[in-house]
């Protein structure tokens, strides 16, 4: 199947500062990626949606401010969450859709871990 | 809105024996998809098994089969023969193929015993 990739996939960083998380389909198009939060033994729970070239798509109750999305490439999502504070420490996993098929191709996942 | 349930917070099975983890989903749409996916502690997603609403067979994937029920709304995963490997949290999900945007349950926690 297709590969996706995150990075990185571990990272600590203190309150306040801002961190940058990538999502790359390594070997197809991806028109459309997804970012999801999953805190432990929970569900994903969606984020939003991007689209590449246009402004993302966020779902209810998620701060468009705080949680930045750019889909550059085709190949390329990156998601920022700034002034990062502890409640905002979680598994953020990322998945693309290619042209072809439903399926949904998912990266290994970020820990993000404030301090 | 689309909806899945998976009403099996944990499951145990013994290993080389089958087990059924149960799913159950809501949705208007005549058309959708119906994913499960497999998370080792690790984190990675894993693709299991993908059941097409207007597919007229169950879908099966090597020890994997999906028991998809149309008239009751259920999608239940089949894992035969299983392995301790086996053990992971299982997530099913809908498609909604208009948004395509998928919607996940809350997850079954399955441990394998020797």
């Known amino acids: 199947g297709a590969v996706v990739s995150q990075h990185p996939s571990r990272v600590i960083c203190k309150s306040g500062t801002s961190v940058k998380i990538e999502c790359r389909s390594l070997d197809f198009q991806a028109t459309t990626m997804f970012w999801y939060r999953q805190f432990p033994k929970q569900s994903l729970m969606l984020m939003a949606t991007?689209?590449?070239?246009?402004?993302?798509?966020?779902e209810q109750g998620v701060e468009k401010d705080k949680f930045l999305i750019n889909h550059a490439s085709l190949t390329l999502s990156t998601l920022t969450v700034t002034s990062a504070h502890p409640e905002d420490s979680s598994f953020y996993i990322c998945?693309?859709?290619?042209?072809?098929?439903?399926?949904?191709?998912f990266g290994p996942g970020t820990r993000l871990t404030v301090l | 809105a689309q909806k899945i349930t998976q009403t099996q917070p944990g499951m145990f099975v013994q290993e080389k024996e089958a087990v059924t983890l149960d799913c159950t989903y809501d949705?208007?749409?005549?058309?959708?998809?119906l994913f499960w996916y497999k998370q080792p502690s690790s984190g990675e997603m894993i693709f299991l098994i993908y059941?097409?609403?207007?597919?007229?067979q169950n879908a099966t994937e090597g020890r994997y089969s999906l028991n998809f029920q149309k008239a009751r709304k259920s999608a239940n995963l089949v894992i035969s023969a299983s392995q301790l490997g086996d053990s992971a949290m299982y997530f099913c999900a809908i498609l909604d193929t208009n948004a395509g945007k998928s919607t996940f349950g809350d997850g079954t926690t399955l441990t394998v015993k020797p």
């Open positions: 991007s689209n590449e070239g246009s402004k993302a798509t966020y």
């Open positions: 949705t208007s749409d005549p058309s959708y998809g």
């Open positions: 059941q097409g609403s207007y597919d007229q």
């Open positions: 998945s693309a859709r290619g042209t072809l098929t439903n399926e949904q191709f």
